[in-house]
């Protein structure tokens, strides 16, 4: 399986944009690249996923180098709700699987 | 819909007690999975279950484990005889099999065995 490697913690202001970056050197071809972000005493809740193109939803953005090996996150106004634990992981089209790698911890200063 | 629903959410046991942590997944889901969140190990991903068949159980970690899906709408994970170092969150999520789709996670199951 492939392991996804990202820093153990980050830190922002509030209503500043944030830039989560995540390397999947090893990412197979059907591999799909997954956030999802965990909030004190909760479950991981899913934030945004991808393939090969930029992505954009309510919650994030999400952008992809070319060769597949890299991933930013990217949250355009941190707010205090965002501090979170954020996974970068990877969901293996051949067997089903998240592999969850150890997160980033990021902090949210007002 | 409420979600996936877990039950116990926190759970304290002894030792060589047997512990039953319970998933109700959404409705209409038919992929389930059980992962155990430690603070040493992180996220482990213990077994998934597509359409109530379990595919994968290698992450589960000896014998003292087993889940079961009786039907679309029930899941357990039982562990006997439990030891300490069993405690951790247990969550269970689920999703709607596809080959990219995001997993919805329940709140956990906090098990303390003592």
């Known amino acids: 399986d492939a392991k996804t490697t990202q820093p153990n913690s980050m830190e922002s202001n509030e209503e500043e944009p944030v830039h989560l970056p995540c390397n999947h050197s090893?990412?197979?071809?059907?591999?799909?690249i997954h956030w999802y972000r965990q909030l004190p005493s909760q479950g991981p809740e899913y934030v945004i996923h991808g393939l090969t193109s930029n992505v954009n939803n309510r919650m994030a953005s999400l952008a992809i180098a070319e060769d597949r090996k890299s991933s930013t996150l990217i949250l355009h106004r941190a707010t205090l709700r965002d501090a979170a634990v954020y996974y970068c992981t990877l969901l293996s089209s051949n067997t089903g699987k998240l592999i969850f790698g150890q997160g980033t911890t990021l902090q949210v200063k007002p | 819909d409420a979600g996936v629903i877990q039950s116990p959410r926190h759970e304290v046991t002894e030792m060589g007690q047997e512990v039953t942590l319970r998933c109700k997944p959404i409705?209409?889901?038919?992929?389930l999975f059980w992962y155990r969140q430690t603070m040493m190990r992180g996220l482990e991903l213990l077994i998934y279950?597509?359409?109530?068949?379990?595919?994968?159980d290698s992450g589960m970690p000896e014998d003292r484990f087993s889940a079961k899906m009786p039907n679309a709408s029930f899941s357990t994970l039982k562990i006997q005889p439990s030891e300490p170092r069993d405690s951790a969150v247990y969550f269970c999520?689920?999703?709607?099999?596809?080959?990219?789709?995001?997993?919805?996670f329940g709140p956990g199951t906090r098990l303390t065995v003592l």
């Open positions: 999520a689920s999703s709607l099999y596809q080959r990219e789709n995001e997993q919805f």
């Open positions: 409705s209409g889901h038919n992929s």
């Open positions: 090893t990412i197979s071809g059907t591999d799909y």
């Open positions: 279950f597509n359409n109530n068949v379990p595919i994968d």
